[in-house]
């Protein structure tokens, strides 16, 4: 009984000692003041009339004692158009909030912005705490960015998009049959969740190097402090070419964060024609491009980043061109190789047969780098086959052969990615064993330059970005 006694009686006082610790004592001293986690709350770009996404900071109270912030509250021009949440409470003002020493809280902010005067409208406003009779300020501001709302539109006649707004796109947008659709230079269309594209007409687009045409979802800023909503896949369905479209003409145009990426079903008639020119394609939960009986002629484009493989080719005639072929993708292991064939003989073992009765798939990769996580190829013989890859360096290690032709078999290109800091720059670095060893004669006059403005010289690299050593002095 005695040894139960002093038991208890030594975690009574263990207790007690431990709450002693906690220093309950608030400081007055006006020097003692918060910290917050950032100089600025920016949350970016975003569109007006709808919610912003939630940015998060945090307000921590470097000293020993209790901190007690009398007044929290929004000031300013735009301040009716902020929220806050103060440690798990929602409001625009808050009093007698207190932060333990060496303790933090975090605050989080969104907003609603009316449509502005202008395309673009700078809204700022301040976060005001009142702390020991000083009043300190967090500024506050966003973009608030007019766009066009396309609700379930079918376009039945030509029509242009210009530039001057961004198109978001809820539901789908189609394209009907005989119809052409132009994106102009420098035009975005901004997909919600689910939305599609569906061109069973004609898709131009007419992007620049300087002003590209960009397809992404329609969520800005990050996810979290680092992660960009650019290279989040899974955001919006993505774009399909059906049997009865003809003559799409993409130029430095920018597809992502897709969940099937681009499809283009044809028929076998080779009218179904999809001509790429200095694309990037990239960032899907599917493949990024996928083609069926069909015709794909690429020249200085990137494929990259999806769960899946990068892209699918069942029957049809397709060429490939200084294009770079790599798949780092962040958020799933990934599912298949890289460049994937199907329909291509009628060996029922390799071939994949379809049994459509349709011609099999013919395909050229010229000066290409095909090079990542995963495989690179479904297949690794092609003999039989009308499927060739010339000047290419691939992942896998082999030899060549009549579909193999002056490869470079198992070196590494030396991008600048940077999986681990969300960097993916597919450019080569000035030691790439892809330099200066691509075919001149395979390039298309009109990818002679590259999606950076570099021109391709007499001995260009490989892939989809071109390289030019600095000359001495």
């Known amino acids: 009984m005695k040894n139960l006694l002093y038991n208890i009686l030594c975690v009574l006082i263990a207790g007690i000692m431990c709450v002693s610790c906690i220093e309950d004592g608030y400081t007055s001293s006006p020097s003692d003041q918060p910290v917050f ?86 809204y700022s406003a301040s976060i005001d705490f009142t702390t020991n009779g000083v009043v300190k300020s967090l500024p506050i501001q966003a973009n608030g960015q007019n766009v066009h709302r396309l609700r379930g539109v079918t376009l039945d006649k030509d ?31 901004c997909f919600h969740d689910g939305a599609m594209l569906i061109v069973r007409g004609t898709l131009v687009a007419e992007g620049t190097n300087e002003a590209p045409v960009t397809l992404a979802g329609d969520r800005t800023g990050n996810v979290v402090t680092d992660i960009s909503f650019d290279i989040m896949s899974r955001q919006w369905t993505g774009v399909v070419f059906t049997a009865t479209s003809t003559g799409n003409i993409l130029t430095a145009t920018d597809i992502r964060n897709t969940t099937q990426g681009v499809i283009i079903a044809g028929d076998g008639s080779g009218d179904t024609q999809l001509t790429l020119t200095n694309c990037r394609f990239r960032n899907s939960g599917g493949m990024v491009l996928e083609a069926y009986h069909s015709a794909i002629d690429a020249a200085g484009c990137e494929f990259a980043e999806a769960a899946d493989g990068l892209v699918y080719l069942q029957g049809g005639r397709h060429s490939f061109v200084n294009c770079t072929f790599a798949n780092y993708y962040l958020f799933s292991a990934i599912a298949g190789p890289a460049i994937q064939t199907a329909h291509i003989s009628p060996d029922e073992k390799t071939g994949l047969d379809d049994g459509s009765g349709l011609p099999y798939t013919v395909a050229a990769f010229d000066n290409c780098i095909i090079y990542g996580l995963g495989g690179d190829l479904s297949h690794g013989d092609y003999a039989g086959t009308d499927i060739t890859f010339r000047r290419c360096l691939l992942k896998s290690k082999g030899s060549d052969d009549d579909n193999f032709i002056e490869c470079i078999w198992g070196e590494d290109p030396l991008y600048y990615t940077v999986r681990e800091d969300y960097l993916f720059d597919y450019r080569l670095r000035p030691d790439s064993p892809a330099i200066g060893v691509g075919d001149p004669s395979r390039i298309p006059a009109r990818a002679t330059v590259d999606r950076y403005g570099e021109a391709r010289t007499a001995t260009p690299a490989l892939g989809a970005y071109a390289f030019t050593l600095p000359t001495e002095d």
């Not at 303790?103 to 700078?122: H, K, M, N, W, Y």
């Not at 539901?171 to 035009?187: F, I, R, Y």
Request: with cysteine; charged share 15%; glycine share 8%.
């Open 37 to 122: 986690s950032t100089d600025m709350v920016d949350l970016g770009v975003v569109f007006t009339d709808q919610p912003t996404t939630t940015t998060r900071f945090t307000v921590h109270n470097p000293h020993g004692k209790q901190l007690s912030i009398s007044d929290i509250r929004l000031s300013g021009a735009a301040a009716d158009c902020f929220r806050l949440n103060v440690d798990g409470m929602s409001g625009s003002t808050f009093s007698g909030v207190d932060i333990r020493g060496n303790d933090s809280i975090f605050v989080l902010v969104e907003a609603t912005f009316p449509e502005g005067p202008q395309p673009q409208t700078l």
């Open 159 to 189: 029509t242009r998009f210009d530039a001057t707004l961004p198109y978001q796109v809820f539901d789908s947008l189609v394209v009907a049959p005989d119809v052409t659709l132009t994106l102009a230079e420098g035009s975005t269309l």
